[in-house]
């Protein structure tokens, strides 16, 4: 049998035709960048999140450039991102000219906590920037207090979190202006690249939704010399669709993620995810188990037709883009770990039992 690490299927049922017949009906309406369904979607994700102003955007790292641009961040400045994060929430520090700090997470969630942050903290920092990784919503209160007694922004990266809750809220919702990515396989995807900015502030919202639009104040009017980073109507159409179903589709992750669990605790030198917390939640965006063994274990899968990734081999702080930065191996010992040790198994809406089954037997396998 062959399992995709991820692929497509029509889950729940209907949902692919909604999504075919929602670009045919754009595209026949010839209004292509911006535009009402932009709008109406930036509406519906706005009560989907309990309120607050949405601004549709080219995609999550812009989305990233745009959060930290509106607070006026930039050079002198440093921003706190998890060690063992994805590149783009780190690259978008650096493109706005500030200086990305890294803090190792914490050793259960794998996400940044008060804890883990507090360290690294000098009078320089300006932001908290964690990621909501894997899918599994940040210690948040621990977070916005930390930021609070510093004088700190919190921006939350929501990329592979859309609908996860903290305390029964959307996260999204927390920090002063936050950002989510729709690429195709995010929870919440499109059919190609697009973003969202994210902030109950009126005036933040309003300066990100005239500068990714080139500045413009009204047509023809510039304020200021802006970008172009739109969302485009026929991914708005489809999230639109995508929307609607995304807790059912989080749902089914979550189904989909007890599986493994109760079919995987036995299994000898695997730790599996840790949801301890009662007020976090994980919508299994990814669901990433460690070994040691990782290597050969991602090996035998693959001879079996099991694909699996890494989420992420190489940590930013060992990457050539950030040399400059001066941390060497070592200095992030439970991130270097991560990256040795974790590896992500096939999880997606739709995905079969028999596929499923076929994952866990083979992992049974391999350590018998
Ligand atoms: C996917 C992702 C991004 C970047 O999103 P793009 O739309 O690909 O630019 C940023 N941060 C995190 C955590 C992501 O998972």
Same mark, same amino acid.
């Given at each position: ?81 998890? $060690? ?74 929501? $990329? ?96 989909? $993620? ?111």
């Amino acid at each position: 049998m062959k399992v995709p690490f991820f692929t497509f299927r029509d889950f729940p049922a209907g949902l692919q035709q909604q999504v075919e017949n929602a670009l045919v009906t754009e595209l026949r309406k010839n209004q292509l960048i911006l535009g009402p369904s932009v709008t109406s979607f930036e509406q519906e994700f706005s009560r989907f999140l309990g309120g607050g102003e949405v601004v549709g955007v080219g995609n999550g790292y812009d989305a990233l450039v745009l959060c930290l641009r509106a607070l006026g961040i930039g050079p002198g400045h440093e921003v706190v991102v998890p $060690a063992n994060g994805y590149i783009a929430t780190i690259n978008a520090v650096q493109q706005v000219g500030a200086k990305p700090v890294f803090a190792e997470p914490d050793g259960q969630s794998y996400n940044l906590t008060a804890a883990s942050v507090l360290p690294v903290l000098t009078a320089h920092t300006k932001a908290i920037l964690p990621i909501h990784l894997y899918g599994q919503s940040c210690e948040l209160e621990g977070l916005l207090s930390l930021c609070q007694k510093h004088g700190l922004y919190l921006v939350e990266d929501f $990329a592979q979190a859309q609908g996860a809750l903290y305390k029964g809220k959307p996260v999204g919702t927390f920090g002063k202006i936050n950002a989510t990515s729709f690429y195709p396989t995010k929870n919440l995807g499109a059919v190609g690249d697009g973003g969202a900015v994210v902030t109950h502030d009126i005036d933040l919202a309003s300066w990100v939704r005239q500068y990714h639009n080139y500045g413009q104040s009204k047509r023809y009017e510039y304020a200021q010399a802006g970008i172009n980073s739109r969302l485009d109507s026929l991914q708005a159409a489809v999230l639109s669709v995508k929307l609607a179903a995304l807790n059912t589709l989080n749902a089914e992750r979550k189904r989909l $993620a007890a599986i493994y669990h109760r079919s995987l605790s036995e299994v000898g030198d695997i730790l599996l995810p840790v949801t301890s917390s009662p007020d976090t939640d994980h919508i299994y965006h990814l669901y990433v188990i460690r070994t040691h063994q990782r290597n050969a274990l991602q090996q035998f899968l693959r001879e079996k037709g099991i694909q699996t990734l890494i989420h992420y081999p190489v940590p930013p702080h060992l990457q050539a883009a950030y040399e400059q930065l001066g941390y060497r191996p070592g200095d992030f010992p439970l991130t270097e770990e991560l990256a040795a040790n974790s590896l992500s198994l096939p999880l997606f809406p739709g995905m079969t039992e028999p596929e499923q089954m076929y994952v866990v037997e083979q992992i049974q396998q391999f350590f018998r």
